[in-house]
């Protein structure tokens, strides 16, 4: 399991997210207490989310030496040496308008958004990073990265590529989580079609061919067949997210008292598990290790 973690540049004190009970929006000085609960349960890796102190057209902190994302890469490698620790590669969360690339012309513009997005993964690698996550659907965003990073001699970083993405309505909670919703629009022009499962296969293809070290189906749960199909089709590790809408369901049924969380998270988990992922990227991490560990069930 990999367990994301959303760090805020803003706060001094950690905010828990209305829609994700449990989850919170960190401060850096929150980290060490967080960090010491995921090494004690034994998860091995986090994605790291920032949130800047300040949004602009080209997501300018996204790729800043002192970002939120860099400082909290480097505080976490200084506290957990062992913890493999993915960063999330996208510029929503740091752009005014809200969208994964840069606008030109009121579009987005994948082929101008590539260099940019190779500047943050540097970054990202030049903080510690071991892994990489380009989430922004931008075509050629592997191989932008991938060149970026071997011509600085950061080789050895992995990419986890957020390859098969659809244009989902289960990320509502994240995005209010990290304050990261498009301004005008949507992301239907670079996340996928839900109904197209032939076209994440493609897309898996072409991230592979490109470099990706690790492919991402997302969501999971509403998308078991495209991560049956991808086991089936490609031999490199699969990852499936478990978002944050799928959290907020079981979290707030639970809540009701209309279902029993914690047999229904597991329950989900490992129907993702047999259908094929070898990664699960889940907002469940803390929570199920501890189960686990516990044999509570
Ligand atoms: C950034 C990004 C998103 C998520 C992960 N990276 C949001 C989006 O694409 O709108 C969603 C994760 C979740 O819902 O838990 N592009």
């Known amino acids: 399991m990999i367990y994301p973690i959303f760090v805020d540049r803003r706060i001094s004190k950690r905010e828990e997210v209305e829609s994700m009970p449990g989850i919170y929006r960190l401060s850096l000085a929150d980290l060490e ?36 994302v860099q400082q909290a890469v480097r505080a976490v490698k200084k506290m957990a040496p062992q913890l493999v620790v993915a960063t999330d590669v996208c510029l929503c969360q740091y752009t005014d308008h809200g969208h994964c690339g840069i606008i030109h012309g009121g579009t987005v513009a994948n082929d101008e958004t590539l ?40 080789k050895d970083t992995s990419i986890m590529s957020y390859s098969a993405k659809y244009a989902s309505a289960f990320y509502g909670p994240f995005r209010e989580a990290a304050e990261s919703s498009p301004l005008w629009g949507d992301r239907r022009g670079y996340q996928m079609d ?32 495209v991560i049956s199909h991808a086991r089936a089709e490609f031999q490199v590790p699969l990852a499936a ?34 259908a094929g992922a070898n990664i699960i990227i889940t907002y469940f991490a803390k929570e199920a290790a501890k189960w686990l560990l516990e044999n509570e069930l």
């Not at 995921?38 to 030496?65: H, N, Q």
């Not at 296969?201 to 492919?215: L, N, P, T």
């Not at 799928?246 to 598990?273: F, R």
């Open 241 to 274: 997210y478990n978002v944050s809408g799928e959290y907020a369901m079981i979290m707030a049924a639970g809540q009701k008292g209309w279902l029993d969380y914690k047999l229904v998270a597991l329950e989900v988990l490992t129907a993702i598990k047999r």
């Open 33 to 68: 207490s967080e960090i010491s609960a995921v090494t004690a349960l034994k998860i091995p890796a986090i994605l790291v989310f920032g949130l800047p102190g300040r949004k602009d057209t080209m997501g300018s902190e996204a790729y800043a030496s002192d970002g939120i």
């Open 115 to 154: 260099g940019i997005l190779s500047r943050v993964a540097v970054s990202h690698a030049e903080a510690g990073a071991d892994i990489v996550g380009p989430s922004a659907m931008m075509d050629g965003q592997v191989k932008a990265i991938r060149g970026a990073l071997d011509e600085r001699g950061f």
């Open 194 to 225: 839900p109904p197209n499962c032939r076209e994440a296969m493609r897309e898996i293809a072409i991230d592979v061919k490109e470099g990706a070290d690790i492919v991402m189906v997302k969501p999971a749960l509403s998308y078991l067949d």
